[in-house]
Nanobody, 117 residues
Framework: VQLQASGGGAVQTGGSLRLSCAAS????????MAWHRQPPGKPLELVAQ???????NYADSVKGRFTISRDNRKNTVWLRMDTLEPEDTAVYYC????????????WGQGTLVTVSS
């Protein structure tokens, strides 16, 4: 497995979780890392992404609540999720994308986050 996501679970509204995604060095190097999610019955959506140099972007729905970070020495990206809401319930997927040679678009297995009211 080249992208290994972990950290999902069940929390109550207002709670916090931290997702982790460990990658192989060949995947992580020079890749933009992202977290996407798929809520039940809804399409996949981008939650947050961070470039290899550390520039982060967020979906409007999570701005101010979620924080994406990465450690290029550990080949790991995290998604810190605070003030969770039931609408955040979804399967979360880690993604690595690199548009310079060698290009790649790699997905990890999903991890389920369930937020109860």
């Amino acid at each position: 497995v080249q992208l290994q996501a972990s950290g999902g679970g069940a929390v109550q509204t207002g709670g916090s979780l931290r997702l982790s995604c460990a990658a192989s060095k060949s995947i992580f190097s020079r890749s933009t890392m992202a977290w996407h999610r798929q809520p039940p019955g809804k399409p996949l959506e981008l939650v947050a992404q961070i470039t290899s140099s550390g520039t982060a972007n967020y979906a409007d729905s999570v701005k101010g609540r979620f924080t994406i970070s990465r450690d290029n020495r550990k080949n790991t990206v995290w998604l810190r999720m605070d003030t969770l809401e039931p609408e955040d319930t979804a399967v979360y997927y880690c993604n690595a994308e690199r548009r310079v040679t060698p290009t790649l678009n790699q997905w990890g297995q999903g991890t389920l986050v369930t937020v109860s009211s």
